[in-house]
């Protein structure tokens, strides 16, 4: 049975949120176990605690084109990059400190985290770690995007990608993704927006930390004044969101 997981070391990270703009620093320190992933916002007087759990998040409209979570006390917006790293780095306790309202964008993929949980050390712990099993096939539709979760013995991710944009044709991968695969082929996609899109998103208040350095701004002819690391990056960042 596999062991559950924590860090070694205290690290950390800052750095502004793609959305909001807000500048924060960000601490990872080891946790017990059976504590799971906890973020305390240590800007806030008490220091409330946010446990990474489908009953912490927080839906749209508000909380659109972003994964975030919360309670009565606090918030936290866009947590999706480094849950991913968390994830496929295998760690199951983790207390992490920030002192505003967004997780840092850095340069728009999870690399960063990956790299600063990575020289942290990642340790086993002394207790089994819970694993869910998908038994059955759930589906869900909204508009024309769908996604299905079949069960299967590996974690295999299927994706197609199609925008209506000449440099965004239709894009599939699919990936078995594990702890190497997801550092080499998926860490380092970053996030991206349409350039007909850019103004109306931070008209809404959106992507007010965003930049050509960590955010992929595709037009007409291709991105714009940044290179991308992946031909089929996007989908790949699709993937990691």
């Known amino acids: 049975m596999e062991k559950q997981k924590t860090i070694v ?12 703009g807000n500048k924060a620093n960000l601490t990872f320190k080891p946790a017990e176990v059976d504590s799971g992933v906890t973020f305390i916002r240590t800007d806030i007087p008490g220091s409330p605690r946010i446990k ?6 927080l839906l749209a409209p508000r909380f659109s084109r972003r994964s975030s979570i919360g309670n009565d006390q606090a918030e936290l917006q866009t947590v ?46 002394d207790a089994p770690r819970y694993v869910y099993t998908v038994r059955e096939p759930i589906c869900f539709q909204e508009g024309l995007s769908s996604i299905a979760i079949l069960p299967d013995k590996e974690f295999k991710v299927s994706y197609t990608l199609n925008y209506d944009h000449p440099m965004l044709a239709a894009q599939f991968l699919e990936i078995t993704v594990n702890t190497e695969s997801f550092k080499t082929a998926l860490a380092s996609a970053r996030t991206f ?42 989908v790949r960042h699709k993937i990691l969101d």
Do not use: W
Request: proline share 1%; net charge negative; aromatic share 4%.
């Open 52 to 57: 990474a759990d489908v009953r912490s998040l």
């Open 193 to 234: 927006c349409l350039e007909s899109e850019a103004s109306e998103l931070q008209n809404q208040g959106l992507d007010l930390g965003a930049n050509y350095e960590n955010t992929l701004v595709v037009g007409k002819t291709g991105v714009i004044k940044n290179n991308i690391r992946f031909n089929d990056e996007y």
């Open 9 to 20: 070391n205290q690290v950390t990270l800052k750095g502004a949120g793609i959305h909001t």
């Open 80 to 125: 999706e990059h480094l849950m991913a790293a968390l994830s496929c780095l295998g760690i199951d306790n983790i207390d992490i400190q920030i002192d505003n309202n967004e997780v840092p964008g850095l340069d728009g993929s999870a690399i960063n985290f990956v790299e600063a949980l990575e020289k942290a050390v990642i340790a086993h712990q």
